[in-house]
């Protein structure tokens, strides 16, 4: 389909190791969100890329945290030396603005669970 | 402060009866926008309904209508007709003008009872 992938759909790690998430925008949409779920919460901002704009880095919550994003397109987000803290699920989201309107499209997310 | 409250962590509506989700938000920037968005147990999230901060008219769409009160910042989800379909969570979010980021409420757990 068109719409946003997400892979893996889940992931279990233990303490200490890194992990990567990765997220295959829609085709076409410049600006890509990463958020974070924890249990029973709202959807905490983690960082966005607009086209070949430096990032807005100012979600990510440690310097264990980054991102990045080749070609405009497909987006990886890197947690180093995972923590138990960690666990969420990661949704990624592209946008376009349509009419004035930014309009989100969310992956189906990542189930992260760290051990 | 909270960009945006949800004060209902859940609800129950009667099937075919309609419920209001509340979301009040909070901002000083004169341009702004508003969305719902309804997360199912599935988890994936979904856009309902938007209004900007300039729009004269509430918003609507389908069985879905934003109660968008400017001078109370309130911006609540009116959902007609229930429908079982319609049990999810429902999150509230706002975009600043000036900003890139999405503030999302804490949510509210709807379930509709047949």
């Known amino acids: 389909g068109a719409g946003v992938s997400q892979s893996p759909s889940n992931k279990v790690t233990e303490k200490g190791k890194d992990v990567e998430l990765r997220c295959d925008p829609i085709?076409?949409?410049?600006?890509l969100y990463w958020y974070r779920q924890s249990l029973g919460q709202g959807l905490e901002f983690l960082i966005y890329?607009?086209?070949?704009?430096?990032?807005?880095k100012s979600g990510l919550p440690s310097d264990r945290f980054s991102a990045e994003r080749t070609g405009g397109s497909v987006s990886t987000l890197t947690i180093q030396r995972t923590q138990q803290e960690d666990s969420a699920v990661y949704l990624c989201?592209?946008?376009?603005?349509?009419?004035?309107?930014?309009?989100?499209?969310f992956g189906p997310g990542t189930r992260l669970t760290v051990t | 402060a909270q960009k945006i409250t949800q004060t209902q962590p859940g609800m129950f509506v009667q099937e075919k009866e309609a419920v209001t989700l509340d979301c009040t938000y909070d901002?000083?920037?004169?341009?702004?926008?508003l969305f719902w968005y309804k997360q199912p147990s599935s988890g994936e999230m979904i856009f309902l309904i938007y209004?900007?901060?300039?729009?004269?008219q509430n918003a609507t769409e389908g069985r879905y209508s934003l109660n968008f009160q400017k001078a109370r910042k309130s911006a609540n989800l009116v959902i007609s007709a229930s429908q079982l379909g319609d049990s999810a969570m429902y999150f509230c979010?706002?975009?600043?003008?000036?900003?890139?980021?999405?503030?999302f409420g804490t949510g509210t757990s709807l379930t509709v009872i047949p």
């Open positions: 989201a592209s946008t376009k603005r349509l009419a004035g309107i930014y309009e989100q499209y």
């Open positions: 085709s076409g949409h410049t600006a």
């Open positions: 890329f607009q086209g070949n704009s430096a990032p807005d």
């Open positions: 901002t000083s920037d004169p341009s702004y926008g």
């Open positions: 209004q900007g901060s300039y729009d004269q």
């Open positions: 979010a706002m975009r600043e003008g000036t900003g890139n980021q999405f503030y």
